[in-house]
T-cell receptor
Framework: DSGVTQTPKHLITATGQRVTLRCSPRSGDLSVYWYQQSLDQGLQFLIQYYNGEERAKGNILERFSAQQFPDLHSELNLSSLELGDSALYFC????????????FGDGTRLSIL | QKEVEQDPGPLSVPEGAIVSLNCTYSNSAFQYFMWYRQYSRKGPELLMYTYSSGNKEDGRFTAQVDKSSKYISLFIRDSQPSDSATYLCAMRMNTGFQKLVFGTGTRLLVSP
């Protein structure tokens, strides 16, 4: 158990809808990262937050947004969902924002019908 | 061309074999190298974390980094059926930005 908690484990929804994925980092970790894992692209970095502030963006679509709350949990919001958004979404956390290993949760599997 | 290349496998070995998993990369700025193990329907689990070139050993696992060749390896000794999983290499630069760049993973099957 990595200590990173993600909910829900599985989401099934339809095109055009909006969903929210939640992540609780390991106790003491201030950085949260979101990744998308699809069969053809592998694990792709989406966005990083450190202590409530956005620190880095990767290949995140404009339809996607995230935030980190004062209690350090994070939410990833996906809107106007398309079939191609079906993937595993992982959250990872680390103590700081430099040179520390990232520990991953078990992900949320998003299925768009 | 992808920044990190990894043979997808599957790699099938008998129990007790020595397993060699490899990644090549193109960005010479990568300084931190990691190996993650991912079981089906689970998140990646950190196995090894190394900085720059050299070897690191942890139990049955040895990680090697050859920056001159842009090549990293993970060796598993005395492989067990429980080692059957997908192994992902990951790396990042020596900056404050902690984006990890992953290989696509190698699926390993260890048969009893």
């Amino acid at each position: 158990d990595s200590g990173v908690t993600q909910t829900p484990k599985h989401l099934i929804t339809a095109t055009g809808q909006r969903v929210t994925l939640r992540c609780s980092p390991r106790s003491g970790d201030l950085s949260v990262y979101w990744y998308q894992q699809s069969l053809d692209q592998g694990l792709q970095f989406l966005i990083q937050y450190y202590n409530g502030e956005e620190r880095a963006k990767g290949n995140i679509l404009e339809r996607f947004s995230a935030q980190q709350f004062p209690d350090l949990h994070s939410e990833l919001n996906l809107s106007s969902l398309e079939l191609g958004d079906s993937a595993l979404y992982f959250c990872a956390s680390s103590v700081g924002q430099e040179h520390q290993p990232q520990h991953f949760g078990d992900g949320t599997r998003l299925s768009i019908l | 061309q992808k920044e990190v290349e990894q043979d997808p496998g599957p790699l099938s070995v008998p129990e007790g074999a020595i397993v060699s998993l490899n990644c090549t990369y193109s960005n010479s700025a990568f300084q931190y190298f990691m190996w993650y193990r991912q079981y089906s329907r689970k998140g990646p689990e950190l196995l090894m974390y190394t900085y720059s070139s050299g070897n690191k050993e942890d139990g049955r696992f040895t990680a090697q980094v050859d920056k001159s060749s842009k090549y990293i390896s993970l060796f598993i000794r005395d492989s067990q059926p429980s080692d059957s999983a997908t192994y992902l290499c990951a790396m990042r630069m020596n900056t404050g930005f902690q984006k990890l760049v992953f290989g696509t993973g190698t699926r390993l099957l260890v048969s009893p």
